[in-house]
């Protein structure tokens, strides 16, 4: 029987335009899940700062969560959800340039640090401790700094900044082809979770691929919440390309000046290269505790309930276990 070249080069095709179509619908099923989850759940301040998305959960002391870079109110709350159960008010805002909260012209964690005590006000908080995690640290130190009366503690987790004389960091502090690339669009960066696992978790998340293999099913699964939380990447962008300016920037901070409780957690497997320049942020800060993990990498998988047991510890023995009077 004679079979056309026709046909036998035709099934190929039929073969790739199925696997293109079969990609496509999982690539809309995903991203309309991710822009239905982003477009519910959260609030609208308008303040004299700007327009600042946030969320609220649990009940007790005010706790500010300043989220890290790609994240948003999303991010905040799935941390903050282990200590809304141990007796606090989460309070999970979007930084600059994240989900619903604009990018103003003026960026700098000085001006971020502003909005942070715009948004206690729209609460009528006087004051609230503040955990500032990856490139959300720099915001919180200058809150800190910048309205020391107003924070009642602070943690700085895995912190993402490097001030002069620390040692410097690795990517994408200093973005590679490869990173610039992945998170060029949805699209390509909701591939590469799919296709390219390892590498994503290395060279996007910081993460050794064998501390993740190594973690429990329940901590595989929070790391791979945090990845699909990253999309809509397309709403975090100017968020994200504003934070890797500000951390690759030596900018100047007053460590040494600050006078609140805090507490400084670092992973020495952090592949993001922040443990030293971490150690050496905890030594300026007078009376900091500094605590360190050796695996976990930047999303200190494997660490969450050691973390999350530190942080209440630490918060529970500080003066943000007492809740403030509403003004």
Not at 40 to 65: H, N, Q
């Amino acid at each position: 029987m004679k079979i056309e070249r026709s046909v036998v080069l035709g099934i190929p095709a039929v073969v790739l335009a199925g696997l293109a179509l079969y990609t496509y619908i999982g690539y809309r099923d995903d991203i309309g899940a991710a822009e239905a989850r982003v477009s519910s759940g959260s609030r609208i301040a308008d303040t004299p700062c700007g327009r600042i998305e946030y969320a609220v959960i649990g009940k007790g002391a005010p706790l500010l969560l300043v989220h890290g870079a790609g994240g948003g109110f999303d991010q905040g709350l799935e941390f903050g959800r282990p200590l809304a159960e141990r007796g606090f008010t989460v309070i999970a805002m979007s930084r600059f340039g994240y989900l619903r909260t604009p990018m103003p012209a003026d960026a700098s964690p000085a001006a971020q640090a502003d909005a942070h005590a715009c948004l206690l006000d729209a609460l009528k908080l006087p004051s609230a401790a503040i955990v500032g995690g990856s490139a959300g640290a720099p915001s919180t130190v200058e809150f800190c700094l910048r309205h020391a009366r107003r924070c009642s503690a602070m943690v700085l987790l895995v912190p993402a900044f490097f001030p002069p004389g620390a040692p410097q960091p690795r990517p994408p502090a200093q973005p590679s082809f490869m990173f610039e690339a992945i998170l060029a669009s949805d699209f390509f960066f909701w591939l590469n979770m799919k296709l390219a696992r390892d590498t994503m978790l290395e060279k996007v998340f910081a993460t050794p691929v064998r501390d993740f293999e190594n973690a429990s099913a329940e901590e595989r699964e929070r790391v791979a919440r945090i990845a699909r939380g990253t999309l809509p990447l397309s709403l975090r962008r100017k968020g994200l390309w504003n934070d890797l300016a500000i951390v690759s920037s030596p900018a100047r901070y007053g460590l040494e000046q600050l006078r609140v409780p805090a507490l400084v957690v670092s992973i020495e497997d952090d592949l993001f290269g922040t443990y030293r320049s971490t150690r050496s942020a905890a030594e300026r800060i007078p009376g900091a505790r500094f605590v360190s993990f050796p695996t976990g990498g930047h999303l200190w998988v494997g660490r969450q309930d050691e973390v999350v047991s530190e942080l209440t510890a630490f918060l529970n023995g500080s003066p943000a276990a007492k809740p403030p009077r509403p003004r």
